[in-house]
């Protein structure tokens, strides 16, 4: 385990450990560090989370409308599949929008891939992702209790 390339999540329903790949998608990675650094997840709701696709978080408004103050990313897709486990960007129909806000896959949702940046993996807790209240807004499903870059922690 890289603790530079690792983030550890804490959902209301456990830890989850997250590898990041930054060689599928370098500027994403830096940027989800670079939020978790500044504590920008910590408290913020998944806000999405739809059985057997996926759960999403990052907006900090809730609503999934939201993104953080700094510039939109471009797009940084890969070949690597949106399969259970797999962490993505979320964006608009334009490529070149994801900012603060991801999902975790449930399930392979491969229908996905090629058209959102893939930038990590969970490698442990998958359970607890599992285990998020599942709804959208306006209902605040779970909670990111913080995120922290392992290297931090």
Request: charged residues 20%.
């Amino acid at each position: 385990m890289d603790p530079e390339n690792t983030l550890l999540l804490e959902t209301e329903t456990g830890r989850v450990t997250i590898q990041l790949r930054p060689d599928l998608a370098p500027q994403h990675v830096a940027r989800i560090k670079e939020l978790a650094r500044e504590g920008f997840y910590d408290g913020v709701v998944f806000h999405r989370v739809i059985p057997g696709f996926m759960a999403q978080g990052g907006c900090p408004n809730g609503t999934g409308m939201g993104g953080s103050s700094k510039p939109d990313l471009p797009a940084e897709f890969s070949r690597e599949p949106h399969v259970r486990g797999a962490c993505s960007m979320a964006r608009t129909n334009n490529p070149n929008s994801a900012n603060s806000q991801f999902f975790i896959c449930f399930d392979n949702a491969n229908f996905l891939d090629g058209q959102y940046t893939v930038w990590g993996v969970v490698t442990e807790g998958m359970d607890h992702i599992d285990a998020l209240p599942k709804g959208e807004p306006p209902r605040a499903p779970g909670k990111i209790v913080s995120m922290k870059v392992a290297a931090d922690a």
